[in-house]
């Protein structure tokens, strides 16, 4: 899947998303022109086309379908810059036993976004990486089974394995660490 794909996706759900919510012409324009200063959603970029989406999320849509008992959970595009971290992310939440529908409650609570596909912001991504995690240790699960990386210490320093040595991992703790120091 393209980038043009991908767009022309986000654009697809807004105005399936506005047809399902019931807004008059005059009520999309308005919130079009309050979000953005904009009168029409093919002027928008890609992170405001899923900005959009997620307002009318939190709006009540329900999305195109209802995902939460398939288990494809969701499509990451390969053009994401953050799509290797997403799919991380997702394999943790398997892992767990996540269904779509409990990833998706889990991230409104956390980060305040109940998307992944939209979700931009390296820091809120770092966070439910090293969230989920914690869970996995937590419950006996060895989260870096089948070769996946290690979390970061910190949103700006690269996963195991991708480099970054020698930076300074040692100022904070990973959850198997404790363990070992309270033995």
């Known amino acids: 899947m393209d980038s043009r794909d991908y767009r022309r996706g986000l654009l697809a759900k807004v105005h399936i998303a506005r047809k399902d919510l019931g807004l008059t012409e005059e009520e999309y324009r308005a919130t079009l022109r309050e979000m953005f200063g904009i009168e029409s959603a093919a002027q928008l970029s890609e992170g405001q086309l899923g900005d959009l989406v997620e307002h009318f999320l939190h709006r009540g849509w329900r999305g195109p379908q209802d995902l939460s008992d398939r288990p494809g959970y969701l499509e990451i595009a390969d053009s994401d810059p953050y799509a290797r971290q997403k799919r991380y992310i997702l394999a943790l939440a398997r892992r767990l036993g996540w269904r779509p529908g409990v990833l998706q409650r889990y991230m409104r609570a956390k980060v305040r976004s109940s998307s992944l596909a939209h979700l931009h912001d390296p820091t809120k991504l770092n966070l439910l990486a090293r ?15 089948k070769g996946e990386p290690k979390p970061p210490e910190r949103p700006d320093e690269p996963a195991e394995g991708a480099g970054g040595e020698g930076s300074e991992s040692g ?10 120091d309270k033995s």
Do not use: N, S
């Open 131 to 145: 969230d989920l995690w914690g869970r996995c240790v937590r419950q006996g699960i060895d989260p870096a089974a």
């Open 171 to 180: 100022t904070r703790r990973r959850p198997q660490r404790k363990a070992r």
